[in-house]
């Protein structure tokens, strides 16, 4: 486990002690070094890593009237280059083992993303190109590259408020990417009616996509 939080992290490290062991670090993705020192340490202790899951991520709203570049900025910094951190932690012992699975958990986002959602509509479609793009390099070395792609999941970062139909609970959604990742996935998307949809939307000309959703002036 690796977060930034060192209170919670503790909490929940302890939570899941019961159920196996924990190694838990306080840092932050988008410091490489950070991460670099995390892996080390876990292999150190326990060996070659099998599975890694950049799982790191926030979200901030970005309208183009009043632009928070700083928080784009972020965005960009935590979802996006907060994998590559991972990626270059723990690629290089699986290409020495060539055996490994490597998850980048995204977003639907990522296809076509709404109004206000720009920038971190941004960071998960960068995810989800290089995991599409390295998963034909990696095929030949024997590691499996995952891309998870969620409607959304009932977090700190969605308790705002705001009304999310189909929204779903953490736990069920990690219940739900370990099943499939066991059973040897390589592309996850839930639920079911949210994902199918937002790939037809992907479908739609601009100008009908922007009659459905662009915002009228008042």
């Known amino acids: 486990m690796f977060a930034r939080d060192a209170a919670r992290l503790e909490r929940e490290a302890a939570a899941l002690s019961a159920s196996g062991q924990i ?25 070659p890593i099998d599975l890694a899951i950049a799982n790191a991520g926030i979200r901030q709203a970005t309208r183009v009237v009043g632009f928070p570049l700083q928080g784009a900025e972020q ?62 390099e990696l095929i030949s070395h024997g590691i499996r590259v995952v ?35 066991e059973a040897g996935s390589t592309q996850i998307e839930f639920p079911l009616m949210p994902s199918l949809a937002w790939k037809l939307i992907r479908l739609l000309p601009n100008r009908a996509f922007a009659l459905l959703f662009a915002p009228r002036r008042k």
């Open 75 to 136: 965005l960009m910094e935590t979802n996006y280059f907060g994998m590559l951190h991972l990626f270059d932690a723990v690629m290089p012992r699986m290409l020495e083992r060539d055996q490994g699975c490597f998850v980048g958990i995204a977003s639907l986002a990522g296809i076509r993303c709404l109004p206000g959602g720009s920038a971190y509509g941004a960071s998960k479609a960068a995810m989800q190109i290089f995991l599409d793009t390295v998963r034909l």
């Open 23 to 47: 190694l838990a670090f306080t840092g932050d993705v988008t410091d490489v070094h950070s991460v670099r020192a995390a892996v080390e340490h876990v292999e150190t202790t326990w060996g």
């Open 147 to 181: 891309t998870v792609n969620p409607w959304f999941v009932r977090t700190d970062q969605t308790d705002d408020k705001v009304p999310r139909p189909m929204m779903v609970d953490a736990d069920w959604a990690a219940r739900t990417i370990v099943r499939r990742i």
